[in-house]
């Protein structure tokens, strides 16, 4: 969901919020029931964290310069079509379209905007979303379903853009001194109200969402769920395989639509022990408050690269005014340099919201811990995805601290094989 969501809030010039999603990995095995867990696993047994191979250091290097590349294309893009003057004549091409009415001209901007940028990137997202994934054998999509969910995702971004982006330039118009402030409080309830619907209108967009299959692990689940004190929860299976090898499993929504989620590959590759180690895991961010938590990080970074954008825009807007087209931020012609700034911005504010959700992670896999007791099956779990993944599971610095969202997979190993609380019993596979 951060990924997502981060791309819409972009469309509409609210800075990427950070939610909480676990970290995908590849498996290889076919869509099916839960494995069986294996008889008498001593869960106090350590695991060894493996080795990663040479494909999976050409991968993760690979990574890393793509990672490089996208920030600098991220600054580079923008600039060329707001100092190229580029924005303002899509601006006034957006006027002339929209009859000169302020609401439709800021619509239709964003619309053109949107398609213009989708176009020039679309080689550079069919590389690195399909191309580079199928060469190392980590992906199932085919491309009329990549190419389907990518005008999907340009459909849905320019659906919000027109509708929301209006906000905060209204804002600017009315208050030019205070509007990052009072973007970034507006951008808290349009969040909550992305986290309610996103489950029911906008996932079932993009593959298909059923009862699980295995009603003996639903019910564990649910067992779980409900000794993790997460009460009237829908348990969901989601057809992944048609696009991904990855691995995953997740507690989404808000309110009345709160469920839990795993996909059919999870399903395939892990035994049942390590699937509810991980739905524990998940469950651990609910029950420790990491999703309003989270919403709050995202005010906060949101505040910081608005204010950002608000104090660095003056300065540039007076001194390249004639090359830019306008001469007020509140022009829609800005947009470019407002994303140009928040990806400055971004590379300020991200370590400390990287951090932050590393040590969530962290708080999880502790809950997982406490209230399974199956250190081993964590880190059989963990070691699983880190080898189907091709995973670097003690990546370098510059990961760490610009990239990483979750600890290495070595450390979660680490911590499996260390940590033994001594608290209530460890949840079985179909207890009562």
């Known amino acids: 969901m951060a990924k997502w969501l981060a791309g819409w809030l972009a469309a509409v010039l609210v800075v990427s919020s950070f939610l ?151 804002l600017m118009k009315r208050s030019p001194r205070r509007w990052w402030l009072y973007t970034s409080l507006a951008s808290v309830p349009f969040l909550l109200f ?106 906060v970074v949101t505040l910081l690269g608005l204010y950002f954008v608000h104090a660095a825009s003056g300065r540039l807007i007076q001194r390249f005014r004639g090359r830019l087209g306008f001469d007020q931020l509140s022009d829609v012609a800005s947009v470019p340099l407002m994303l140009l700034l928040l990806q400055i911005s971004s590379l300020f504010l991200s370590p400390v919201a990287m951090a932050y959700s590393r040590y969530q992670e962290h708080e999880a896999d502790r809950f997982a811990i406490e209230l399974t007791h199956a250190n081993h099956s964590g880190g059989t779990a963990f070691a699983k995805l880190q080898t189907e993944n091709l995973g670097n599971p003690r990546p370098g610095w510059v990961y760490r601290v610009f990239r990483a969202s979750h600890p290495s997979i070595g450390e979660r190993i680490d911590f499996c094989n260390s940590y033994h609380p001594a608290t209530a019993p460890a949840v079985s596979p179909g207890a009562d």
């Open 20 to 170: 909480l999603v676990s970290n995908p990995a590849r498996g290889q095995a076919e869509p099916d029931a839960a494995q069986p867990a294996a008889a008498a696993v001593d869960e106090r047994a350590p695991v060894e964290v493996p080795q990663p191979s040479a494909k999976a250091m050409e991968f993760y290097n690979g990574g890393m310069a793509l990672w490089a590349f996208n920030r600098v294309w991220g600054i580079v893009l923008p600039a060329l079509l707001v100092f190229s003057g580029f924005s303002a004549r899509l601006r006034d091409l957006a006027a002339r379209v929209g009859g000169r009415v302020w609401f439709l001209t800021v619509g239709i901007y964003i619309v053109l905007y949107l398609a213009v940028v989708f176009l020039i990137e679309l080689p550079i997202d069919y590389y690195q979303g399909f191309a580079r994934l199928h060469a190392y054998g980590l992906s199932n999509q085919s491309p009329g379903k990549w190419l389907k969910d990518s005008v999907l995702d340009l459909v849905l971004s320019m659906a919000v853009g027109f509708g929301v982006l209006w906000v905060p330039y209204l």
């Open 194 to 299: 992305v986290m309610l619907v996103k489950p029911i209108w906008i996932d079932p967009l993009y593959n298909d969402f059923g009862p699980m299959r295995n009603q003996g692990l639903e019910r564990s689940i649910l067992d779980l769920a409900g000794k993790a004190g997460i009460d009237s929860s829908r348990v969901f299976e989601v057809a992944k395989s048609v696009d991904t090898k990855a691995v995953n499993a997740y507690v989404t929504g808000f309110l009345g639509t709160k469920r839990i989620v795993l996909w059919d590959t999870l399903l395939a590759r892990l035994n049942e022990k390590e699937v509810l180690f991980v739905m524990a895991h998940e469950m651990g961010h609910y029950v420790l408050g990491h999703v309003v938590r989270s919403v709050f990080l995202s005010f």
